[in-house]
């Protein structure tokens, strides 16, 4: 009987559905059935005589079982991926002599590829689900309820027609204007028009991401890839918003390091995770938008020229509100509704607010506007509102002068109280200026913009309110 099982050992080690692998107490290779054959894709002929730790050492298996095996005495699991990708689930188990000495080493390889690649994407999805909520909850994905969603008049359609027309390709696009006409609600409408329309949209501003984070942030990182980086690593924006679009809001503000990456993944569609060596490809569609004169930031170096010229294939400028009186009503008009439901009142136009409003110059566009007609719903006494409710109209300027800023309630308040209260004046008007834009309100005052918001944020804590 013994020698009919050893005559045919080795056609019953074929027929199994594992692979097997087994070696002397010096980790080489006595014998492979068929089954491991066709998992490493080597011959039985090349394995047999090869020790498993000069095959690891020559870079083609990552980790072997044989010498832990002999070495303890005890079995052993590993996973092991293979040159071509494979991944491999190895069980070792020693074979003793009747003194207890390990002589040999049989190992059972069962292929998990497909076990492992379902975990990967499992953890993808998971990563990617984090980094929406995370950008969720910072404003960082537009809702279409703000006016994204507003049809423009007359007066823009041509405009709308060129940017129709881009949106059917996947072509890069640079939004040009001044701040406040509305480049992130035109960056939304080309994305509603494109094929991506049912895919993510992500923005980016660009000029309030710390310079220390942006390229995390963008390219997302590895566990461990810096000092308080999550364990298990994080998705970047860009690979957030693969198949859809991602909106880079104010690209002049990108450090010039990042716009060369940026350039990188707009010619080859593959981002590197911070502290990763391999290219992952991602398809997503780049919307950029800036109120700069990038060809005077590129002459001044502050902008690289092949990333301009990139982005410059195809160009939409919104004109000014200023420019585009047949706009203003219908604007009005619309954020007056929209503010209405927001806050529960019926609130209507008066004759007279028409011609002031179209009187006016809007320095702060579309945004003024909508600031405007916000604070009109809110404050307005009665439900019509009438041109003197507006802060525009210089009779209600004259009729109701702003105090005094040196004027100051001592009650009760020392030095740092005081202080305070004029630097919650002194940002309040630097924002209000600029309509609310915080970006430039802090390049006005020549403070990072991540200063002002820790002093903002300071402040609130005080109790008084900036924004």
């Known amino acids: 009987m013994d020698s009919v099982l050893l005559e ?23 014998f492979v059935n068929k089954k491991y054959e066709e998992l490493s894709g080597f011959s039985k002929k090349w394995m047999m005589g090869r020790k498993a730790t000069s095959i690891v050492a020559e870079g083609i298996f990552d980790v072997a079982v044989n010498p832990e095996v002999i070495s303890t005495g005890r079995p052993v699991s590993k996973i092991q991926t293979l040159s071509n990708g494979r991944h491999l689930s190895l069980d ?62 007359s007066a823009m359609e041509a405009f709308l027609s060129k940017a129709r027309i881009m949106a059917q390709t996947d072509i890069s696009i640079l939004i040009l204007g001044e701040t406040g006409v509305g480049k992130d609600v035109m960056a939304q409408r080309i994305h509603a028009m494109s094929r991506r329309a ?58 010039l390091p990042l716009q060369t990456r940026l350039l990188r993944f707009l010619q080859d569609g593959v981002i590197v995770r911070v502290g990763a060596n391999t290219p992952r490809k991602v398809d997503v569609r780049v919307v950029a938008a800036t109120n700069k004169d990038l060809e005077k930031a590129v002459s001044r ?29 219908p604007l009005a008009n619309f954020f007056l509704q929209y503010f209405c439901r927001k806050y ?20 702060g566009n579309v945004r003024e506007l909508k600031s405007m007609m916000q604070e009109a719903v809110v404050t307005c006494p009665k439900n019509v509102v009438r041109s003197y409710h507006l802060p525009i109209n210089s009779t209600a300027l004259s009729r109701e002068p702003e105090p005094s800023s040196m004027e100051f309630d001592f009650e009760g308040k020392d ?33 990072d913009r991540s200063t002002m918001f820790r002093k903002i944020r300071d402040l609130e804590k005080h109790g008084l309110k900036v924004l």
């Open 8 to 30: 045919y050992m080795e056609q019953a080690f074929d027929v199994f559905q594992d692979g097997i692998w087994i070696s002397d107490a010096d980790s080489t290779c006595l």
């Open 92 to 153: 070792g188990f020693p074979i003793l002599d009747k003194e207890g000495k390990v002589v040999m080493c049989i190992t059972f390889i069962r292929d998990i590829s497909t076990i492992v690649n379902m975990e990967n994407k499992l953890a993808h999805q998971r990563d990617l689900l984090n980094t929406l909520v995370r950008i969720n909850n910072s404003s960082g994905l537009q809702s279409a309820e703000d006016g994204s969603n507003f049809i423009f008049s």
């Open 198 to 255: 049912d895919k993510p949209f992500i923005k980016v501003d660009c000029g309030s991401i710390s310079p220390n984070l942006i390229e995390s942030e963008l390219f997302g990182y590895i566990g461990g890839a810096f000092s308080g980086a999550s364990r298990s690593g994080r998705i970047g924006l860009i690979e957030a918003a693969a198949g859809g679009t991602v909106f880079f809001d104010e690209i002049g503000e990108l450090p």
């Open 301 to 329: 170096g502050e902008f690289r020229s092949d990333l301009y010229y990139r982005l410059k294939i195809a160009v939409l400028n919104i004109p000014p509100l200023r420019r585009r009186k047949d706009d203003i009503m």
């Open 344 to 363: 529960n009142r019926s609130v209507t136009m008066g004759e007279d607010v028409e011609a002031l409003l179209l009187s006016y110059d809007w320095p």
């Open 415 to 447: 030095y740092h109280d005081i202080m305070r209260e004029m630097e919650c004046r002194m940002l309040k008007a630097a924002i209000a200026r600029f309509s609310g834009n915080m970006t430039a309100a802090s390049k006005m005052l020549r403070m």
